[in-house]
């Protein structure tokens, strides 16, 4: 499935030497938008099926093969900003499989390339081997299937770094650029939680046999934890009203800051998975040298394993890939690499990788259908969100025959059309999306799409904000937008109203029950009886539940509300800082921005739906209706964080060390701002220190921080921390 889906991007004439050669400017196009842009335009899958292609063609024929074909290199030029740091050894990057049929044909390739050296190299093999496998060595060198061991370790979706250790002081961190230029990225990387800026950074006797080189380059991956990027996110949306696309495009974002006390906010860590030269440090093994990295206080994986069997390393391959999307990273596939440093040597590289290791990626999350038709949803706020229905399509184990469209320009900026062919892709739990057209296989008689101008409901006009891209149904009183409100206001998460399905909804909206969300609590049980499903205990429960629901923190009833921007977490920080709607309707945007958390997008949305004299008018029937609309046991938020637990709080749980004279504030604002999200003040840096925090003239603390690798920020850093104060 995923080569004959992929084979739609490559172009289809015959000729091998013009394929191969559209193939290379697309590779090279693409890997300059990832390397250098860190802007890619498409998938991984897709790159890797691109790259697969133009491999395939040209083993194929090999006489179309050019010297600067992307096959025999890798990347593209780092950009300017930072100092550029020449990778000795160059960082190469993986073969892949995207099969256990590929991973064996890869194991093959080994056996025989490792047959076919020189024998010599095979007898060197034998001194190193372990005695209860080196029986597979047979005395002529021949190398047998059980003569291998396999490392596995899990891929993960980051940016590679290189570190430099000499005589056991971290001095530099680079990006790998080009492969052979990449960018001094030192400063940024010492603020990484987890990398040491000393080795070994742990006492006790390294592994038997294991020296630390005086100059040592480790190379690994760096990443944001999924819960960490989460939190970044919203923090991102709260004060710049923006988030980043995915977690390896805000890591490289956060590597590749100036200012290196931004990096230092950034929840990143380091997963190390190799050194160019392992023997080095006195092991035989790729097995060994991670336990002695790991034993020298350079984080590893602990999902990695060792194999003596290719079957057996498959069959843990296949049940990582499998809870893969219970981690808190994000990997693209998992990596089997030949155990034996001898093996290794014996095997070598070719300038795209080397022949010892092959990242094992699954099978596409992507693949064709056809659009069968486009329609329009409306949601609960009004907003027409275009859907395409799809001949039904396995992907991943799941049909999918639905795919969101987002808005109109996704749908024209993609030209999608009824009839077209599209690449569709699934990504974990996110809804399908039609990633692009195949344009080569577009009926002669398909039409542009266009967003329709009276709601598909209602019938009323749409409108569409001059640099908005959503449009929006104008009539306040559709019925459609009502029933998603309705359906909002009464989740879980909200007003939390057991019993109200969307068909019930429905039907009261079309029976002309109710016409706002606060009509629910003038529900009386005659508007229940005679409907289906209805006896009298349902309908007892379900006016319960609505009479329960009046009772709900003022949080919970800003949700349902359903403002734009007013999730969970804005909720609660409006509700912390206010106490009531009519407090929260009378604060101007200055007032809301002060809140921890919210940011001029969020002020702006909150002041706008108070403007609107329907929703005025909403909060005056639900406050009549008994609905609570002011916390009775609020109090203002200075003396509530006091009294907090600070469980919820940025800093919680967390000890900084202030060191030197901060720009603005004086020690004591620092202190109490730092106290106030939850964390603590201690007077000296141990290795339980969380931050220091640098001002100018800092001494001595400071240089203990930096021995200890705990991170180091400064006023503005500090201020970073503590901003995403978010009261509970
Ligand atoms: S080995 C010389 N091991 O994947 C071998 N790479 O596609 C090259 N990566 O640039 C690297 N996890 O950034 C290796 N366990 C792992 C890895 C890993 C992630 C990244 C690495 C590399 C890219 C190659």
């Known amino acids: 499935m995923p080569s004959d889906d992929r084979s739609a991007a490559v172009p289809t004439t015959d000729d091998p030497s013009a394929r191969a050669e559209s193939l290379r400017r697309q590779i090279r196009r693409h890997s300059h938008l990832y390397y250098v842009r860190d802007a890619p335009e498409i998938t991984d899958a897709e790159y890797d099926a691109l790259f697969k292609a133009l ?22 030029p780092p950009v300017g900003a930072f100092g550029k740091v020449l990778h000795p050894h ?12 590929g991973v064996r044909a890869w194991g093959e390739r080994v056996l025989r390339r490792l047959a076919d050296v020189d024998p010599d190299v095979a007898v060197d093999v034998d001194h190193d081997v ?10 002529n060198g021949e190398v047998t299937a059980d003569a291998l061991t396999y490392v596995l370790e899990p891929k993960v979706d980051g940016v590679a770094v290189a570190l430099r250790y000499r005589d056991g002081v971290l001095v530099q961190g680079a990006t790998r650029g080009d492969g052979t230029l990449g960018e001094d990225i030192t400063a940024n990387v010492r603020t990484i939680r987890g990398v040491p800026l000393r080795i070994p950074a742990v006492d006790g006797p390294l592994p038997d046999g294991v020296v630390i080189p005086a100059d040592l380059e480790v190379r690994g991956e760096v990443y944001l934890p999924l819960d960490g990027f989460a939190a970044m996110n919203e923090r991102a949306l709260a004060i710049e009203g923006r988030t980043y696309a995915n977690p390896r495009n805000a890591a490289a974002g956060s590597l590749r800051q100036l200012d290196s006390s931004i990096t230092a906010s950034r929840p990143l860590r380091l997963i190390t998975y190799g050194v160019p030269d392992p023997h080095a440090l006195g092991v035989a093994s790729h097995w060994d040298l991670l336990n002695a990295l790991e034993a020298i206080g350079l984080p590893g994986n602990p999902d990695r394993r060792r194999f003596t069997d290719l079957d057996a390393a498959l069959a843990y391959a296949d049940a990582w890939l499998a809870r893969r999307s219970s981690l808190n990273y994000l990997a693209d596939g998992i990596v089997l690499k030949v155990d034996r440093l001898a093996l290794q040597d014996a095997l070598g590289s070719v300038s795209h990788h080397p022949r010892w290791a092959v990242a094992y990626k699954t099978a596409s999350e992507e693949a064709t259908t056809v659009v069968v038709a486009i329609n329009v949803n409306v949601g609960r ?11 039904p399509v396995g992907i991943g184990g799941v049909t999918v025959s639905q ?4 808005n109109e320009d996704y749908v024209t900026e993609r030209d999608i059309r009824v009839g077209d062919t599209v690449l569709v892709k699934r990504a974990g739990e996110v809804i399908p999306q039609v990633i692009k057209v195949v344009p080569e296989l577009r009926p002669s008689d398909a039409l542009p799409w266009h967003m329709p101008d009276r709601c598909p409901v209602c019938g009323e006009p749409v409108t569409r904000t001059p640099g908005e891209a959503d449009t929006y149904c104008t009539n306040a009183a559709c019925p459609e937008q009502l029933v998603r409100h309705v359906e909002h206001f009464v989740a879980r998460g909200a007003m939390d109203i057991d019993g109200l399905g969307e068909k019930l909804v429905a039907q009261f909206v079309s029976d002309g029950l109710i016409a706002d969300v606060a009509d629910l609590y003038n529900l009386v049980p005659a508007d229940l009886e005679g409907r289906e499903g209805f006896a009298e205990k349902r309908i007892a429960n379900v006016i319960a539940a609505i009479d329960a629901s009046r009772h709900r923190p003022v949080r919970r009833l800003l949700i349902g509300l359903g403002i734009r921007h007013v999730g969970s977490t804005v909720a609660a920080a409006l509700a912390g800082a206010f106490g009531g709607l009519d407090a929260l ?24 739906w108070f403007a609107v004299p329907r929703n005025r008018a909403l909060v005056e029937r639900l406050t009549a209706a008994g609905v609570r609309v002011a916390d009775p046991d609020w109090v203002p938020p200075a003396v509530a964080s006091a009294a907090s637990d600070g469980s919820t709080l940025p800093l919680s749980g967390k000890k900084l060390v202030l060191t030197g004279t901060l720009p603005t504030m004086t020690r004591d604002e620092a202190a109490a701002r730092i106290e ?20 100018e003239a800092a001494g001595s603390k400071l240089a203990k921080a930096v021995e200890l690798g705990v991170a180091v920020i400064d006023e503005a850093g500090l201020i970073d921390l503590v901003g995403s104060g978010i009261q509970m």
């Open 55 to 76: 491999q395939d063609i040209e083993a194929a024929h090999p006489e179309v093969v050019t010297p600067d074909t992307p096959t025999l290199a890798i990347g593209g």
């Open 90 to 101: 160059p960082m190469l990057s993986l073969d892949n499989a995207f099969s256990p049929d």
């Open 130 to 139: 372990d005695p209860d496998v080196d029986r597979d060595i047979t005395s």
């Open 381 to 391: 706020t009004g907003k027409l969100v275009p859907h395409a229905t799809l001949e």
């Open 403 to 406: 795919a969101t469209l987002h």
């Open 585 to 608: 309707a009378a604060a101007d945007e200055a007032a809301l921005t002060a809140v921890d958390g919210v940011g001029p997008e969020i002020a702006a949305s909150v002041v706008a």
């Open 676 to 695: 106030a999200a939850g964390g603590k003040v201690v007077g000296s840096v141990s290795a339980k220190t969380d931050y220091v925090v640098a001002g």
